[in-house]
């Protein structure tokens, strides 16, 4: 695997990513910002944070399948959210998970998350890009 995760120590430790990721892989691969667009551009989940954010991580995860890769090839995840405040997290965790349990995986590359005024179309709440490594 290209991809190793870890929680150095000095840092605190976040529950839903690691710090770190390590790459030693040979071909880097970067996702364009995925929406909650579905094969058709239509949106899905519209005015539910929750399910953007699940239909974002699975775009995330056909982009990287098209590649040659899956989420334990990602290296960094920017997440852009809407009118960001606190209080969305849950939303945010819920969406994540549900993307997690249809992938069988756990997302859990380093992250970061933006709050932004707004995004492409008025309907999408959140935008998830990634930066994967293969080997």
């Keep these: 695997m290209a991809i190793t995760l870890m929680n150095p120590e000095g840092l605190p430790k976040v529950d839903v990513y690691r710090q770190v990721a390590v790459a030693t892989g040979s071909r880097m691969v970067f996702i364009a910002g995925q929406v909650s667009w579905d094969a058709d551009g239509a949106t ?10 699940e239909r974002c991580y699975l775009n995330v995860a056909a982009a990287l399948a098209e590649a040659g890769g899956s989420f334990a090839d990602v290296a960094k995840l920017n997440v852009h959210v809407v009118d960001w405040t606190p209080d969305k997290m849950p939303l945010l965790l819920e969406g994540i998970d549900r993307a997690a349990a249809k992938l069988g995986v756990t997302p859990a590359a380093p992250a970061t998350l933006l709050g932004v005024a707004a ?17």
């Design 44 to 53: 899905v989940g519209e005015g539910d944070l929750a399910a953007q954010v």
């Design 119 to 135: 995004l492409d179309v008025p309907e999408h709440l959140v935008e998830v890009e990634a930066v994967a490594v293969l080997d």
